[in-house]
């Protein structure tokens, strides 16, 4: 599929320009609270989310950037997110953690790890008693992966055979602690498989391996109607938040990681296939650029809430008392 | 008690790690748990330093698993240890609230006086960083509402220092808040420390018109309150509860007793929480004392949002507190 990789590099591109912009704009306090940067994941959003259909559904965590951007949620109604503005995609209450959007069947990110799980199992299960064939894809980190939240969530769409699609973001730490600490078997689809689900797990670090095994997962859960655990083995390049001092990691892990940037391994192989060149690679950037500037300045012209509106949407508006 | 010979430099955070480093010196049944305690110094920093000290089977990192840990600290502290276990905030302790309510506060009860659980639980609390509404909370009134559990708000150094010492030697569990605005506090320390009680509310400002009652985070902001009502010739008595369970009701009564007035502050939701039961116990004790109705300065019942300025709408200010005082002092004209 000619031209297939190209976007996805785009996407990915868009990603992390996104991100790198969001860094300065936190040091420069423009955007604040706890900000979770995906930089050096982005190809398992774009690998997986790029399988599915506008009908299917997404819960993610507080690692959301890269999700939302990859939906296809606009990038400036989530910069302004990041500014806390009434354009954002949750009307600048949710900020970083959580991105929500109704019109991509996008149910946020959750800042409880583990919390979306279950989440994604309910909306399997509304599918499932309706008829429905969609899929809802679950994102969540290796560390969500000892919760009780898991096992319980797995077991249920295993044992009632409903429609999710489990990813787990395998980038070996959470926070400060690392996979072979937190989990007795480190084999997380030899884990997931207990609970009697097809599971496997791919390259998280080439779009390409990610898009295969994904497009495979998502067409058996589609077809069985059941749930799939799929491993993306990748590693986030930036501290877990803007807050993290990244002490327990060694730098030369860190560099050696590097060396397998998804959009670098991307790039090499448009220029060796001769699908892009250089110049193509640049104007791509350069485009990319002109969407972040153009984000930025939307969030910084966007509004802030009416302080009267404090209390809207605690509870739901317009019901007869 | 030997009088202080000096004062130490010191910061809210790292007080409390230095009450751990010598409790973990001093007895070896204690032992901190937790996520990212270790390798990654605590979430919030707080144990920096002690895994390099005491070593991975003291300073014990734990996966993601607050029910699974904090009942591990349950039993370990049946076992005969003297855990700390670390939640990094009391919004993920309600995984864990199923194990602390329904074993660690009642299994004394339930056995007829048989088993004992000497376990101290350390949480961040509150708002005021952004952090949006799965960050922020103030649940301390859950944890206050259970019988069986000792519950402390440490506002000062002096607190967040010498409570943890008496908290281990508890024969039952406790928990401790610690307000996440308050870990870089600068401040000092009497050198040798002088002890705390654990329970008993303390009077931080004497004043003769109004008793502002407050706990943890807030504590700040009602001593500045009463700066500036002072500005205007009202003087505030500001009582810090320190003891969330049981409260201080004799403190709290004496001093509203002789103030008339009572402004009950708290960050936790105003509806069935902290600031409910404080106005509650003054109505009952001091009813025929007061001249002005017991106010109430709480959260607004919002999940906290993450811009700065609703945020700052939904929480307790120095400015919402000495309003809410002025007009129990002056009324409402
Ligand atoms: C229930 C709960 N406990 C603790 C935290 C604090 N915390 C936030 S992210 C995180 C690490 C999660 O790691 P992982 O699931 O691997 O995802 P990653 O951040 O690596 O993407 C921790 C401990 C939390 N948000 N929720």
């Known amino acids: 599929m000619t031209g297939a990789l190209l976007a996805q590099y785009r996407e990915m591109l868009r990603i992390r320009r996104f991100e790198e912009r969001c860094a300065e704009l936190y040091s420069a306090e423009r955007i604040r609270g ?3 940067l995906y930089i050096g994941e982005e190809a398992v959003a774009v690998g997986v989310i790029g399988q599915l259909v506008q009908d299917d559904a997404m819960v ?22 990041m500014f806390g503005r009434v354009e954002g995609v949750s009307r600048g209450r949710g900020g970083s953690m959580h991105l929500f959007s109704a019109e991509h069947r996008f149910y946020g990110g959750n800042g409880i790890v583990g919390g ?5 199992v309910g909306l399997g299960l509304a599918d499932h008693l309706q008829g429905r064939e969609r899929v809802t894809a679950c994102f969540f980190g290796e560390g969500a992966m000892a919760e009780g939240e898991f096992h319980e969530s797995i077991n249920l769409a295993a044992l009632w055979q409903l429609p999710v699609l489990f990813v787990c973001e395998n980038n070996l730490y959470a926070m400060g602690t690392a996979l072979a600490r937190s989990e007795s078997e480190t084999d997380l689809a030899l884990k997931a498989a207990a609970y009697e689900v097809p599971a496997w797990s791919c390259d998280g670090m080439d779009v390409e391996a990610v898009s295969h095994a994904a497009q495979r997962a998502v067409a058996l859960v589609r077809d069985s109607g059941g749930p799939v655990f799929l491993e993306a083995r990748t590693y986030r390049f930036r501290a877990h938040s803007m807050y993290d001092p990244d002490r327990y990691r060694d730098k030369a892990e860190i560099e050696l990681w590097r060396t397998r940037d998804p959009l670098r391994i991307a790039a090499d192989r448009l220029l060796d296939r001769g699908e892009a060149t250089d110049e193509d690679l640049r104007d791509i950037d350069t485009e ?13 012209a966007a509004a802030w809430e009416d302080v009267d509106h404090l209390t809207r949407f605690v509870m739901s508006e317009g019901v007869p008392t | 008690m030997t009088a202080p010979t000096s004062v130490r430099p010191t910061t809210y955070r790292e007080a409390i790690r230095e009450a751990m480093r010598e409790a973990m010196r001093r007895d070896d049944r204690v032992f901190l748990m937790g996520e990212d305690v270790g390798r990654y110094g605590g979430g919030f920093g707080v144990s920096l330093g002690l895994l390099e000290e005491f070593g991975e089977d003291r300073v014990r990192d734990t996966p993601l698993s607050e029910s699974g840990f904090v009942g591990a600290g349950i039993g370990a502290a049946l076992g005969g240890m003297r855990p700390i276990v670390e939640i990094m905030t009391v919004n993920f302790s309600l995984l864990a609230l199923d194990q602390i309510l329904n074993t660690a506060a009642t299994l004394l009860h339930m056995s007829g006086g048989q ?6 639980i350390r949480m961040t609390t509150g708002g005021g960083r952004q952090l949006a509404a799965q960050h922020s909370h103030s649940l301390e009134g859950y944890y206050a509402h259970i019988p069986g559990l000792r519950v402390l708000a440490p506002a000062t150094i002096e607190d967040a220092y010498g409570m943890l010492e008496p908290a281990l030697a508890d024969p039952d569990p406790v928990v401790i808040f610690e307000h996440g605005s308050l870990y870089n506090e600068k401040g000092t320390l009497p050198d040798p420390p002088t002890a705390v009680p654990l329970e008993g509310a303390a009077v931080r400002r004497a004043g003769t018109d109004v008793t502002l009652v407050t706990s943890g985070g807030c504590l700040g902001r009602c001593l500045d309150a009463a700066d500036d009502l002072a500005g205007s010739g009202i003087s505030a008595e500001v009582i810090d509860l320190r003891s969330l369970r049981p409260i201080d009701d004799d403190t709290v009564g004496a001093s509203v007793s002789r103030t008339h007035r009572a402004i009950v502050v708290d960050e936790g939701w105003r509806s069935v929480g902290m600031s409910a039961e404080v106005a509650a116990r003054i109505a009952e004790r001091c009813f025929y004392d007061l001249d002005a109705p017991v106010g109430r300065v709480a959260a607004v019942e919002v999940p906290i949002p993450y811009p700065r300025h609703l945020e700052a709408a939904a929480l307790p200010s120095a400015e919402r507190i000495a309003a809410a005082a002025r007009k129990a002092v002056l009324g409402d004209g």
């Open chain 1, 34 to 36: 706890f900000v979770h």
């Open chain 1, 60 to 81: 993610t965590t507080y690692r959301d950037h890269g999700h939302a951007l990859a939906r296809g949620m606009d990038m400036a109604a989530v910069m302004s997110e």
């Open chain 1, 116 to 120: 979306g799980l279950p989440l994604a």
């Open chain 1, 288 to 300: 990319v650029t002109e969407e972040v500037d153009a984000s930025v300045a939307a969030a910084e």
């Open chain 2, 115 to 120: 088993f004992n659980v000497p376990l101290v």
